[in-house]
């Protein structure tokens, strides 16, 4: 887990990675939901962090991506359980 950014924007707890990809990927949003998973639950209202990706383009501009729903974190933590079960039962992860 290597956050590239934790702290608080416009007064809400936020989770933001930089991105430098030529085009957005789906699973942007499961890396910034576990990083937000791994993190102690913010103290501040709404209590869950603000998920943001921000992608830099090479022409110097940049392109804002926001997972604010349930599903990614949902995925993710479905995934490391799927993980963990292979592992227990012998499985090695490719």
């Known amino acids: 887990m290597k956050l590239d950014r934790e702290g608080i924007l416009n007064r809400e707890p936020l989770v933001l990675e930089i991105k430098t990809a030529e085009t957005a990927e789906p699973s942007w949003g499961l890396q910034v939901a576990a990083y937000a998973l791994g993190l102690p639950r913010p103290c501040l209202p709404p209590f869950e962090y ?45």
């Not at 392109?63 to 604010?68: D, E, G, R, Y």
């Not at 974190?73 to 090695?92: E, N, Q, T, V």
């Open 50 to 94: 603000h998920r943001v990706v921000v992608q830099l383009k090479p022409a110097g501009t940049y392109k804002l991506h926001t997972f604010s729903g349930p599903d990614e974190p949902r995925a993710f933590k479905s995934a490391l359980h799927l993980a963990y079960w292979a592992l227990r039962h012998g499985k090695k992860l490719e």
